[in-house]
């Protein structure tokens, strides 16, 4: 499976993140897939035809006629993709997708194409954050594009935050996954399967807040496991990294504890099993400071309240759903994950202990026992792609019971 074989259409844009390009096609076509680019006329400026030609071994289009009179139908390479890639996507070039600005050749032949669209966004961390490119990601989304979120770190302004188009290999992965989702085991066909993921963000000022380490990978896998058993997927994330490309899971972003909150209790009625995987901040400052808090003194106190536990409303108000939290732990962990249990009204709880190494988060891999009121499961250090399998295993047996 993966990309081998695959037509894949790579519509490059003009931004500094374009020299990436070279290593994304080389991938795919280091593993089987034929690679079309084109570019708009911007990109020109970051990338030579020459380079990207050479290693996609196919002529780069920018316009709709060549030099030598001939026409670079922009139909017909719409309609040969398996799927685009729009990457880097700039500001200018993601608004004109989502509203129709038809003045080159890339969004001509976006206009025209009938497959999956992937879009890596690449842009300053101003405009990143901008409404205007907020709402056009939406639309994007709304479109039923796949959008691989920038990432952070140092951009080419020399400011660091989100903004930097996601890493080749990310690119690559999102895709590969796509065309990966071809499962056959649909034990959870006609589920509704709602999944908390990721860490919650609790806002000190308008720069700053209170998070915590977790990526994501843990609730994402596992709601990629059930998509491919045929369950209509909930994913409600914090901030996170992760992405996922596959139809049957809904993603929802959210920021805070109570935004998580929100959002899982629009679905939580209709949903036949809740997984809460979310590494959610128990307290969050009591105050959020308009403007950025000045370093003037040598201590600085925050007062934190509570924030509301997601999960133990979900136990409280459960009605038909199985509903499964996660304990992480770093002491005492079978009796405070056992105690969980209980205090939340679960039933079944997944343990995993920052002590075992390898576990929790940030790792690809976890190891976790899972407990419900009468048993009592371990289970190696696994990739947390197969944890998902053995979560999802657990909870059907439970089911069937
Ligand atoms: O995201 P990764 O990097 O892959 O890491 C995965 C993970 C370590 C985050 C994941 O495996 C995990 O353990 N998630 C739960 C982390 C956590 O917050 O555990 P807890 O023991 O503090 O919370 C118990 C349960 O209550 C959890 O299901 C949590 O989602 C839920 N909770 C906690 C607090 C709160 N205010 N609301 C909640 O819903």
Same mark, same amino acid.
């Given at each position: 499976?993966g990309?081998?074989g695959?037509?894949?259409l790579?519509?490059?844009? *003009?931004?500094?993140?374009?020299?990436?390009?070279?290593?994304?096609?080389?991938?795919?076509?280091?593993?089987?897939?034929?690679?079309?680019?084109?570019?708009?006329?911007?990109?020109? /400026?970051?990338?030579?035809?020459?380079?990207?030609?050479?290693?996609?071994?196919?002529p780069? +289009?920018?316009?709709?006629?060549?030099?030598? *009179?001939?026409?670079?139908?922009?139909?017909?390479?719409?309609?040969?993709?398996?799927?685009?890639? =729009?990457?880097?996507?700039?500001a200018?070039?993601?608004?004109?997708?989502?509203?129709?600005?038809?003045d080159?050749?890339?969004?001509?032949?976006?206009?025209?194409?009938?497959?999956?669209?992937?879009?890596?966004?690449?842009?300053?961390?101003?405009?990143?954050? /901008?409404?205007?490119?907020?709402?056009?990601?939406?639309?994007?989304?709304?479109?039923?594009?796949?959008?691989?979120?920038?990432?952070?770190?140092?951009?080419?302004?020399?400011?660091?935050?989100?903004?930097?188009?996601?890493e080749?290999?990310?690119?690559?992965?999102? =895709?590969?996954?796509?065309?990966n989702?071809?499962?056959?085991?649909?034990?959870?066909?006609?589920?509704?399967?709602?999944?908390?993921?990721?860490?919650? +963000?609790?806002?000190?000022?308008?720069?700053?807040?209170?998070?915590?380490?977790?990526?994501?990978?843990?609730?994402f896998?596992?709601?990629?496991?059930?998509? *491919?058993?045929?369950?209509?997927?909930?994913?409600?994330? *914090?901030?996170?990294?992760?992405?996922?490309?596959?139809?049957?899971?809904?993603? /929802?972003?959210?920021?805070?504890?109570?935004?998580?909150?929100?959002?899982?209790?629009?679905?939580?009625?209709?949903?036949?099993?809740?997984?809460?995987?979310?590494?959610?901040?128990? +307290?969050?400052?009591?105050e =959020?400071?308009?403007?950025?808090?000045?370093?003037?003194?040598?201590?600085?106190?925050?007062?934190?309240?509570?924030?509301?536990?997601?999960?133990?409303?979900?136990?409280?108000?459960?009605? /038909?759903?199985?509903?499964?939290?996660?304990?992480?732990? #770093?002491?005492?962990?079978?009796?405070?994950?056992k105690?969980?249990?209980?205090?939340?009204?679960?039933?079944?709880?997944?343990?995993?202990?920052?002590?075992?190494?390898?576990?929790?988060?940030?790792?690809? #891999?976890?190891?976790?026992?899972?407990?419900?009121?009468?048993?009592?499961?371990?289970?190696?250090?696994?990739?947390?792609?197969? =944890?998902?399998?053995?979560?999802?295993?657990?909870?059907?047996?439970?089911?069937?019971?």
């Amino acid at each position: 499976m993966g990309v081998s074989g695959k037509k894949i259409l790579i519509a490059v844009s *003009g931004g500094i993140a374009a020299y990436k390009i070279h290593f994304l096609i080389r991938g795919f076509v280091k593993k089987g897939a034929e690679v079309q680019v084109i570019m708009t006329p911007d990109a020109e /400026h970051f990338v030579t035809k020459l380079s990207l030609s050479t290693l996609s071994k196919k002529p780069v +289009y920018t316009d709709f006629y060549s030099d030598n *009179g001939t026409w670079n139908s922009h139909v017909e390479m719409a309609l040969w993709a398996d799927v685009m890639i =729009v990457a880097p996507c700039t500001a200018n070039t993601l608004a004109k997708m989502v509203h129709g600005m038809c003045d080159n050749l890339v969004i001509a032949t976006y206009m025209s194409a009938k497959c999956p669209v992937f879009i890596a966004p690449a842009m300053d961390l101003d405009m990143y954050q /901008h409404p205007s490119t907020k709402q056009n990601l939406k639309l994007a989304e709304d479109y039923g594009h796949f959008i691989i979120p920038a990432e952070s770190g140092e951009l080419a302004s020399g400011l660091i935050g989100q903004g930097r188009m996601a890493e080749p290999e990310t690119i690559a992965k999102a =895709v590969e996954d796509f065309f990966n989702s071809g499962h056959t085991n649909k034990s959870l066909e006609g589920k509704t399967v709602l999944i908390t993921a990721g860490p919650t +963000y609790e806002a000190i000022d308008p720069v700053r807040f209170i998070g915590n380490h977790s990526s994501g990978k843990m609730g994402f896998s596992l709601a990629e496991e059930a998509s *491919g058993r045929g369950a209509k997927v909930i994913l409600i994330s *914090g901030p996170s990294s992760q992405v996922i490309n596959d139809k049957n899971v809904e993603l /929802h972003r959210v920021t805070s504890a109570k935004e998580m909150l929100a959002k899982v209790f629009e679905f939580y009625e209709n949903a036949d099993i809740a997984i809460a995987s979310a590494a959610v901040a128990d +307290y969050a400052p009591k105050e =959020v400071a308009k403007e950025k808090i000045k370093k003037n003194d040598d201590s600085l106190t925050i007062e934190l309240i509570k924030n509301p536990d997601i999960l133990k409303t979900m136990g409280e108000k459960k009605s /038909h759903q199985f509903l499964v939290g996660f304990a992480l732990e #770093t002491q005492n962990e079978e009796e405070n994950a056992k105690g969980k249990l209980e205090k939340k009204n679960l039933d079944m709880i997944v343990l995993n202990s920052l002590r075992d190494e390898g576990a929790g988060f940030k790792n690809d #891999t976890n190891k976790i026992k899972i407990f419900t009121r009468t048993e009592k499961k371990e289970f190696a250090l696994k990739s947390k792609d197969d =944890v998902a399998k053995d979560i999802l295993n657990f909870v059907e047996n439970q089911l069937l019971k």
